[in-house]
């Protein structure tokens, strides 16, 4: 159990449950708000950058991770849970299986209703749904499989062709899984970026840039489309989205409002863009 020091009532959860385990206890350095959203907004801008390459980065921001918490005493075959405030520790540590638990606001209830759901004579994980749309090789995925099913889980899988977007919306929106396991293997989805010049409803001029991705769903014996539009603010008159200092150095107002009501209104028909592919 792998612990931010930050806040000294989830070191408190965090000893129960690693108690109530039998695993070890090891703290790190918490990380400021502002260095925390720093790392983050590298990680959300990974393939926006054009000094360095996306590869390199990761080396960069895998380093950074670990040279703040230092080397952790995991023995070998063992795994780390992080309770962390806003970071993905376990980035920066590959080589033992991880995962993330946040420390606020509700890490107490979290512990608590998954080990209850766990427990000798409960129903636990009996089926599972998986999705992989089989871009590239995911071994895990495999793994996933023979493990499910060697624990009796029925296991209702989308795999290559038959991973569509509509079959993969119904499994999530209706099928009574357990466990749900998507593969995100999948690359980068082409789009636009779109620059928008307006003038909002307070009278400031603005220019927004956003990136614009769609996602088509055919329906089965329905000759209409279900159309999905995905939507990421980059920058509002200059000043990146993801800055971290973004709120001294913006006046944000009206301007989003005013965007997201664009249909409406003729005030932001002023726009260009750009095509955008998958790096």
Not at 72 to 89: D, N
Not at 158 to 169: C, F, G, Q
Not at 249 to 259: E, M, P, T
Request: net charge negative; charged share 25%; glycine share 8%.
């Amino acid at each position: 159990m792998v612990c931010e020091d930050g806040d000294e009532h989830t070191q408190v959860i965090a000893a129960n449950y690693a108690y109530a385990l039998g695993a070890g206890l090891c703290l790190i350095p918490s990380a400021s708000s502002s260095k925390a959203d720093s790392i983050l907004g590298n990680f959300y801008d990974l393939y926006e950058t054009d000094s360095e390459s996306p590869t390199s980065l990761l080396l960069r921001l895998k380093e950074t991770l670990r040279s703040h918490a230092g080397e952790l005493p995991i023995s070998k075959g063992g795994a780390a849970t992080f309770i962390t405030e806003k970071l993905p520790w376990g980035f920066a540590y590959p080589e033992v299986p991880s995962t993330h638990l946040f420390g606020y606001p509700d890490l107490g209830i979290s512990i608590i209703n998954g080990m209850a759901a766990e427990q000798r004579g409960s129903r636990g994980i009996r089926v599972a749904a998986l999705i992989d749309p089989g871009s590239v090789q995911a071994k895990e995925m495999g793994v996933a499989i023979s493990s499910l099913t060697n624990r009796a889980v029925f296991v209702k899988g989308l795999r290559s062709k038959a991973a569509t977007v509509h079959s993969a919306s119904q499994l999530i929106e209706l099928f009574p899984y357990d466990l749900l396991l998507i593969s995100t293997h999948c690359g980068d989805a082409s789009g636009w970026r779109w620059t928008y010049e307006f003038v909002d409803s307070e009278g400031l001029k603005r220019i927004l840039v956003v990136d614009i991705a769609i996602g088509l769903e055919v329906v089965p014996g329905d000759e209409k489309l279900h159309v999905t539009e995905f939507i990421r603010f980059v920058s509002l008159d200059g000043i990146d989205w993801n800055d971290p200092e973004k709120d001294s150095k913006l006046y944000v107002g009206r301007a989003i409002l005013d965007y997201l009501e664009r249909g409406k209104t003729t005030n932001c028909s002023n726009h260009r863009r750009e095509k955008r592919s998958p790096e």
